[in-house]
């Protein structure tokens, strides 16, 4: 059984992993549901932690991609992580989730020990309204948007605000914390990566059914880089190119306030419309 | 076995799959070399070939994600195909390439039956030079190079111009075609995908080691919305945002001459510098 540090924090219990005689497990949390199911964003971060949390894993993450096939119910689930190969300083992993045998979601991480070299952001940050100054949103009654604080500096969404039919942008910028503020990690990184409001609530300016099918993160911070951003909030940004026969694309930047590209990521999301 | 259609084209021949007995198997390709191991886009399409020509396969790629996890030696190699989840309209794949028993490259696919529905295309195609009116480049020397006609018409390569130390620009936009012109379909655009120089290279306007590490293409057309566009050449764009600790991304889109998104990537890949 691995070491576990106990806590209060909710996103830490939401996203615990435990191995018992070699049997990893998890556990849906009700404050993280979704409209049909955890918030995806909690289940990336689970199955990520599930890696962390191996006995034979080096570095930090680097890439994670995330396939969500099957509705999970509510309750406990087993996790099988597996090393698919190890390099001198990379490890390519794989993590099933899986109930009564079925599989839910399933993930391939990619590991890194990195070191300093060359470096080069060629993005900067985008200038927006400072944290502080940038008010809470609220709107959307899934529990899991209660777990965090939502700072919409441009492309709020207008859920509800008929236009003539005209479609909104698909651009949104905005602060993102947990609600009970936690220190940004490579695990809140990829759970944030996901909690984004879909893109076609934003286009559409309402709430159709949807659900991300998959999702893929790449990091762009090590463990040593995020101690020294040491922040509790990020300043997302969200986009799409193209709404098309059921799914759309989602494109994403988490941004540490010092102006540091913390994570990037794609998704694509089935919608009904 | 499943029935092939014989072909001359050497894409086709390169990505060639082939299931024997319950044993599938590819061959690598000396035409499409890159430095140290097979041109990365080559072995995106071979594993979505895989599961194209598998038996229960339905729909068409919505989602590919190709990790590479250790150089693929020339010769042939073996492909695990595997379903792991199908839905009503959606199914899930795992596969893996194999040289005597280790992993060398391995993918996570999600196939979709897409059906018309609300259509939104976002992102306009950049306005550009026409195919015709931009001129080829061919001036990095790697077997794979020879089988595409690159048209740069925007943030073209300037290996070996010194500029003082100063960076160059990660964005391009060139035309893509294959050498020996073929129909675009899901291979070429899983290919074409990884058919980008390195951004670094534009960067640093040098040459230096690199290699994917994990791409992940998604698909914003369906085979019909591919016959329809029925060409033989894209629009590609390609971007960075960042490059730190051995590793930077790079962001993609190819376009078709009409001006429909046809395909989004991004990949993360490993830099010496």
Known sequence: MHA????????????????IDGQTRGHTSDGYWAFVGPFGGVTAATLLRAVMQHPQREGDPLALTVNYCAPIAKGP??????????????????????????????????????????SHQEKAMPQVTAFDAAKPYGRIAANWVGQYEFRFVDGGPQIGEEKDGTLASAHSKLWIRDAVPRKVDALSLASMSDAFFARVFHVRRELIPIGTVSMTVYFHADSDDLAAASTNYVLGTADASVFHKSYSDQTTELWSPGGKLLATSQQVTYFKA
């Open 4 to 19: 576990k540090t106990p806590t209060d924090d909710p996103f830490d219990i939401a996203t615990q992993v435990t191995t």
């Open 77 to 118: 689930f087993d996790i099988a992580v597996r090393l698919i190969k190890a390099n001198r300083s990379s490890q390519h992993w794989s993590v099933e989730l899986t109930q009564n045998g079925e599989v839910g979601a399933f993930a391939t991480a990619v590991f890194a020990l990195r070191r300093p070299t060359w």
